[in-house]
């Protein structure tokens, strides 16, 4: 879902299909995708029993904007966070790292076309900021904006009774640095009548 009263578009370049991965193309300062939108390497093994992720263009005001959707892996078979052993055994973590590796790596081929290339990784990770993945993801030049958040208000999901961050907004730092507001909305985790588990993220650019 996107609006497109204020100038935001998005660039429909048609080919893909679950099965082929879109490319990074394009001449350098100029990158592109050759699919718009286009899946991000679902064959791989990091994506089995997985959501793939989605990779599209947009533009706006004459900039071109990169998003990258994911749902990584459920933490679903790790050991409980306050449970008996400790530490507890991170058994789906593996997994969503290299999820988060095959990301990054997209990430990186963007950037090597253009170090200022506006990037949003994005959607449930399932992991939390200071996690593993997350680490990857960071490390492929992209900042968390949950980190600009006081510690008591990351999270955005609660399961047995622990607040939890693991739906996050990643971008490039020329992105971070548009940043006009960050917040994440708690109309969900905290209430037995919610339309979602999750709260909704809402971040700001002044582009």
């Given at each position: ?63 071109r ?51 200022a290339?506006?990037?949003?990784v994005?959607?449930d ?83």
């Amino acid at each position: 879902l996107f609006r497109t009263d204020r100038g935001l578009r998005f660039v429909d370049r048609p080919g893909g299909n679950p099965n082929v991965s879109t490319r990074v193309v394009g001449e350098s300062r100029r990158p592109r995708l050759t699919f718009s939108p286009g899946r991000v390497e679902p064959t791989l093994s990091a994506f089995v029993s997985s959501r793939k992720p989605l990779a599209a263009e947009f533009t706006f005001r004459g900039q071109r904007l990169f998003v990258i959707a994911n749902h990584f892996g459920s933490k679903g078979g790790d050991q409980p966070l306050y449970g008996r052993f400790q530490p507890p055994k991170l058994v789906t973590e593996a997994k969503r790292a290299e999820q988060a590796r095959v990301v990054a790596g997209f990430v990186r081929e963007i950037f090597a076309k253009d170090q200022a290339a506006k990037v949003v990784v994005l959607g449930d990770l399932n992991d939390f900021e200071f996690s593993a993945p997350v680490r990857v993801l960071k490390d492929a030049g992209l900042v968390a904006l949950i980190e600009r958040l006081p510690t008591p208000e990351r999270y955005t999901y609660v399961f047995d009774g622990n607040s939890q961050s693991l739906d996050h907004i990643l971008v490039s730092r020329s992105l971070a640095s548009a940043l006009a507001s960050y917040d994440i909305v708690h109309i969900n985790s905290e209430f037995a009548d919610a339309a979602s588990d999750h709260d909704p993220t809402v971040a700001v650019f002044r582009l």
